[in-house]
């Protein structure tokens, strides 16, 4: 017997693979603070047909960005922000968009890769156009 949550973890362990190269793509695209972050993954994980319960939440986000700022793929540092509250902001790092630009590379070659584009269509019901991912 199947349970009926399984269906919910597994969407949770996808959001879940998938949260760290966001986050890392998100810093990319600007310095950010936490709860910045945290916004912009809402917008990500706000579907309106499904229910995702991917808690975006200081405890989960954290912890990533700790770890990638360990790993030196991103830097901290602390502002005074628009409120005149001293919060952290994060920016990539040279070795963080160094793995930015890997993670590229592989989603480039797995929208040309036959398999994988039978399988995204597969499970999206959108056929993939090759000229664009060309």
Same mark, same amino acid.
């Given at each position: +017997? &199947?349970?009926?949550? $399984?269906?919910?973890?597994?969407?949770?362990?996808? $959001?879940?693979?998938?949260?760290?190269?966001? &986050?890392?793509? &998100?810093?990319?695209?600007?310095?950010?603070? =936490?709860?910045?972050?945290?916004?912009? #993954?809402?917008?990500?994980? /706000?579907?309106?047909?499904?229910?995702? !319960?991917? /808690?975006? *939440?200081?405890?989960?986000?954290?912890?990533?960005?700790?770890? #990638?700022?360990?790993?030196? #793929?991103?830097? =901290? !540092?602390?502002?005074? /922000? !628009? *409120?005149?509250?001293?919060?952290?902001?994060?920016?990539? $790092?040279?070795?963080? !968009? #160094?793995?930015?630009?890997? &993670?590229?590379?592989? +989603?480039?070659?797995?929208?040309?890769?036959?398999?994988?584009?039978?399988?995204?269509?597969?499970? $999206?019901?959108?056929?993939?156009? *090759?000229?664009?991912? *060309?």
């Amino acid at each position: +017997m &199947i349970e009926e949550k $399984t269906p919910k973890k597994i969407i949770k362990y996808f $959001t879940n693979g998938i949260t760290h190269n966001l &986050i890392l793509w &998100i810093i990319s695209k600007q310095s950010i603070h =936490g709860y910045g972050i945290m916004k912009k #993954l809402d917008d990500f994980f /706000n579907f309106d047909d499904i229910e995702c !319960e991917n /808690n975006i *939440n200081s405890s989960k986000i954290y912890p990533i960005l700790s770890k #990638l700022e360990k790993n030196e #793929l991103i830097i =901290g !540092e602390w502002k005074v /922000n !628009e *409120n005149n509250k001293r919060v952290k902001y994060y920016s990539i $790092t040279p070795k963080g !968009e #160094l793995v930015l630009n890997s &993670i590229r590379k592989y +989603m480039s070659s797995i929208l040309t890769h036959p398999s994988w584009i039978e399988y995204i269509e597969d499970m $999206t019901g959108k056929e993939i156009n *090759n000229e664009k991912c *060309n």
